[in-house]
Structures are given as C-alpha cells and as structure tokens.
T-cell receptor, first 113, second 113 residues
C-alpha cells in the first residue's frame, strides 16, 4: 500500500503570492491533518479534516485554509505569503478523528522569498 | 495551555551506549503520548504510542514509559547504533481534543561509530 503522498516536495514562492499544497491519505483513512514545522522546532497543528468536515483548527491566521475532497484527499491553501510561512508542511492521515494511528507524509518544503 | 518540553535538545553518544530521552508536559489530562522519529528533511515515523491508562510500551530496542502524575515520559534506547541518529519528537494529545498532537521541539541524537 502507498503511504501518505504529498505534492509538491519543494516549492519556492514570492511574498504576497498564494500556494496550494496537496495530500493523498492512506487508502481507507478518512482523516487528514496538516502541521507546520519551522526549522528547529516541533510540528504545529494547523487543521484536521474528517469525513470532509473541519474538526479542529490550530492558532493560525485566516490566510490558512484547507478542504477535504470526497476521495479524502486534501489541499492546504495559504494566501498572502509571508517570509515566516517558510517551513516544512506535513500531512498526516489516520483511520478516524481520534488521536492515534497517524501516518505522516514526507512533507512539502515551502520557501518564501 | 499544554506545553511539551524535551531535554536535552541534542545528544551525542558512542555506538553501543544505552540512552534516555526525556519529555515533560504541563497538563496531565492527556489522551495519549507518542514518540516519533524524524530524519533530516523528512516526515515523521511513529515509534511508540502509550495510552493514558498505560505505563509503558516496548518495541525492539525501544522502551517508552509514561508517568501522568508527574507529567513525564522517557524513551529508552538500548545498544544504540549509528542508524539511530535522527531527531526524536514527543507528542501528546489532550482528552478534549484528541485529534490534535502537541509536539515538543525534539532531541537531536547523533550516535558515533
């Protein structure tokens, strides 16, 4: 079985631009979570989606948004990019909305210049 | 507000040594605690998960313990190998928001041949 797939793997954007990151969960997993990991720190929770509904949101500005599709894949959108948005964005899938069974993808490295 | 702290931030040991990584959390009302491994620039690999009702979990050379009352967990690695070199992250989820993992900043481990 394929693991959690994230695309693209690397991305360079200019301040003020918009970016869309994509995640495909493990087959059968209905929950997708997004995390931001700044260099040298632990991941910070951004969103969780379960059965296409937002189940939780972390302390991030409204410039961050996400959605989940009927096939359970997900997109994370970030508008009006700031230099501080440069980070590794991790997607994790799990069978349900509980706090276990997470499988993380390899992440998308976003650099804002 | 739950906070997770990991000590030490970095550790360098010779091959074959047994070692202990520490994790502390401020709110004992946790749903579970997980230990992850992260190789440079990569995603997270789940190592061990301890439910709030459990005291320890073992997998191969790894043993994790949980003491909720003191807000502490330890990850014991026996007979360390160069392949164990990575960053080890501790994460907790709360009883009232089990979908959200709160991470520490990690311990960067180097095992010297």
């Amino acid at each position: 079985d394929a693991g959690v797939t994230q695309s693209p793997t690397h991305l360079i954007k200019t301040r003020g631009q918009q970016v869309t990151l994509r995640c495909s969960p493990i087959s059968g997993h209905k929950s997708v979570s997004w995390y931001q990991q700044v260099l040298g720190q632990g991941p910070q929770f951004i969103f969780q989606y379960y059965e296409k509904e937002e189940r939780g949101r972390g302390n991030f500005p409204d410039r961050f948004s996400a959605r989940q599709f009927p096939n359970y894949s997900s997109e994370l959108n970030v508008n009006a990019l700031l230099l501080g948005d440069s980070a590794l964005y991790l997607c994790a899938s799990s069978p349900d909305s509980g706090g276990y069974g997470y499988t993380f993808g390899s992440g998308t490295r976003l650099t804002v210049v | 507000k739950q906070e997770v702290t990991q000590i030490p931030a970095a550790l360098s040991v010779p091959e074959g040594e047994n070692l202990v990584l520490n994790c502390s959390f401020t709110d004992s009302a946790i749903y579970n605690l997980q230990w992850f491994r992260q190789d440079p620039g990569k995603g997270l690999t789940s190592l061990l998960l301890i439910q709030s009702s459990q005291r320890e979990q073992t997998s191969g050379r790894l043993n994790a313990s949980l003491d909720k009352s003191s807000g502490r967990s330890t990850l014991y690695i026996a007979a360390s190998q160069p392949g164990d070199s990575a960053t080890y992250l501790c994460a907790v989820s709360a009883m009232d928001s089990s979908y959200k993992l709160i991470f520490g900043s990690g311990t960067r481990l180097l095992v010297r041949p």
